[in-house]
């Protein structure tokens, strides 16, 4: 399956904000954007003032591409998405099972829950499920496998699992290590710095 293999910081620093590509190291010093807030390339400097002067047709373009980057999938992938969601009503891309498996704990950000989902790490509904993009419904459980809870990784994240706050759409049994959909989320519920007025207006053109 296809997907962004560059520099992720790169992503952040042309959208001129922190994205939380890359999970904890995002909060120090190290982070990219708080080194070098400006945009990449020879002209990233300038951006600053170009951005204060961009059209209606860029705006939106921006916050469509920052959407495609907090969530990590391509256009073409995105684009489908936007129409289901215009059909259900509904917070799709929340609804990916990488997306609950970063947002229940288990991973520092959205494309380490991916690797983890790939590799086969999780069971949804008690069997396995290795495709990131597969959409969860409310009632759905999504747990550790038991052949994964003997790796180290898995081991040093249960002495931390549950420290960090869980959606209310969502349970967490740190014990077991297993987490259940009770919901899909409200958009207020959402901390994703997104202005999806603008990506509708892109769409509509």
């Known amino acids: 399956m296809a997907r962004y293999t560059g520099p992720v910081c790169k992503l952040c620093r042309r959208e001129g904000q922190k994205l939380f590509l890359k999970g904890e190291r995002c909060f ?60 259900r009503k509904g917070i799709i891309l929340e609804s990916r099972l990488d997306n609950v498996v970063y947002r229940l ?7 380490q829950a991916r690797q983890l989902v790939r590799h086969g ?18 009632g759905d459980v999504i747990s550790v496998r038991e052949k994964s809870k003997r790796l180290t990784y898995f081991k040093n994240l249960a002495k931390e699992l549950g420290r960090k706050p869980v959606p209310d759409w969502l349970s967490l049994d ?12 409200t958009r207020e519920e959402i901390d994703v710095p997104v202005q999806e007025q603008l990506i509708v207006e892109y769409y509509s053109r």
């Open 28 to 87: 120090t010093a190290k982070c990219a954007m708080e080194r070098r807030s400006y945009a990449p390339g020879m002209h990233g400097r300038e951006s600053e003032f170009r951005r204060s002067r961009m059209s209606n047709y860029a705006l939106q373009l921006r916050e469509k591409q920052k959407a495609r980057r907090i969530y990590g999938v391509l256009e073409r992938q995105f684009r489908r998405y936007f129409r289901e969601a215009e059909r």
């Open 105 to 111: 704990g288990f991973a520092d950000s959205r494309a």
């Open 121 to 138: 790490h999780f069971n949804l509904n008690g069997r396995r499920a290795d495709i990131p993009s597969m959409l969860v419904e409310p």
């Open 174 to 185: 740190p014990v077991t290590m297993t987490g259940r959909v009770l919901r899909l989320p």
